[in-house]
């Protein structure tokens, strides 16, 4: 009996060492594969990148990625810039960053994160030179077979400047706490969701504005196609021309106290004029009146009139004052009284 268990000892030991020898050739043989796929991924990234460089340059503008490097062995994948530039002349755009670090999981390549390293000075038309600076800035991507699934930005204490001499920052423009936007196709259909809060402006020429914070909740009808091609023009209100849509709520509200929130369908004519029934809830009517005025150049007699007049026909819902607005190519009416025309975009 002794003997036997002296037999059975050294086997037990062998049969350990074969399966502990199986596992780590099967991680060896894991290794390798999973090395030789990361720098295949890496070389064609690379590859694309240079290939979207390039095209990009044969339409005239002249993207930078100043020192690009492929990173994150063995788990992500990333594309790092030490600088970043746009160059448009055709367009007249222009546009300088600091540092740009993107990555994805290697098991999970269609979602994409990606940090931009403040500052950033922009040069547009129509915009005086600009210098930009944030404490963070963040973007996520969604990629699908088709292309651009959804695309979210978060900026942390944004602040946007006049550019002075030498590419410095000169008086501040506007600032505020925390700016988040969310895009996703929905079918053929665009979602857009923006948040801006405590938002602080001091723009040259318009009256003092108190703080105050915006946010917008929206679908543009058959618009998923501006993930993968850009917002038609760059500009988000003359791209509306000749769409339609939902505005699930687009509000304007004040610290300190009053707001206004819309909601409704709308649709928008070639011409920019703007088609829709809204309804208009408001707090303090007449502390939110002078700040849309302000905000939205051609809308301080509208808003007065509607300030002026909720007292009348508004309902009370939840605190709030709310009224029904019916704009036809872009005159709006409250029942029967005429408000004015809103400015076309």
Known sequence: MARSRSYEAPRRKRSASRVFAGIFGVVVVLAIVLTGVWFYLARELDRRVAAALDEAAGGGTTITCTDR????????????????????PANGVRVTAGALHTAA????????????????????????????????????????????????????????????????????????????????????SLDVALTDAGIVAAVPGIPVMPPFDVSADMTVDGAAGWLRSGVPG????????????????????????GGAEVSGPFRVSQDGRISGDFRLALENPQ???????????????????????????????????????????????????????????
């Not at 005086?128 to 979210?152: C, F, H, M, N, Y």
């Not at 760059?234 to 106290?257: C, D, E, K, T, W």
């Not at 808003?303 to 007049?309: L, P, W």
């Not at 709030?320 to 408000?339: H, K, M, N, S, Y």
């Open 69 to 88: 490097e492929v990173f994150g062995y063995p788990f992500r994948l990333g594309l790092s810039c030490s600088a970043l530039g746009v160059e448009a």
């Open 234 to 257: 760059g500009r988000f209100g003359p791209a509306l021309r000749g769409q339609a849509g939902v505005v699930r709520q687009l509000r304007l509200s004040l610290p300190s106290g």
């Open 105 to 188: 999981q290697v098991y999970d390549p269609s979602r994409i994160v990606a940090e931009l390293a403040s500052p950033a000075s922009v040069e547009a038309p129509g915009l005086p030179p600009l210098a930009l600076r944030w404490d963070l800035a963040q973007t996520s991507t969604g990629l699908w077979s088709d292309g651009l699934e959804r695309v979210s930005l978060v900026m942390d204490n944004p602040v946007v400047a006049l550019q002075a001499a030498g590419g410095a920052a000169g008086a501040e423009i506007a600032r505020s706490t925390r700016l988040e936007a969310h895009a996703r196709r929905n079918g053929s």
């Open 287 to 345: 502390a939110i009146a002078g700040l849309v005025g302000v905000l939205v150049p051609g809308t301080g007699g509208i808003a007065t009139s509607i300030a002026g007049a909720v007292g009348f026909v508004g309902r009370q819902e939840n605190g709030q004052t709310v009224v029904d607005v019916q704009v036809r190519d872009g005159e709006a009416r409250l029942g029967f009284i005429p408000l004015g025309d809103l400015p076309r975009l």
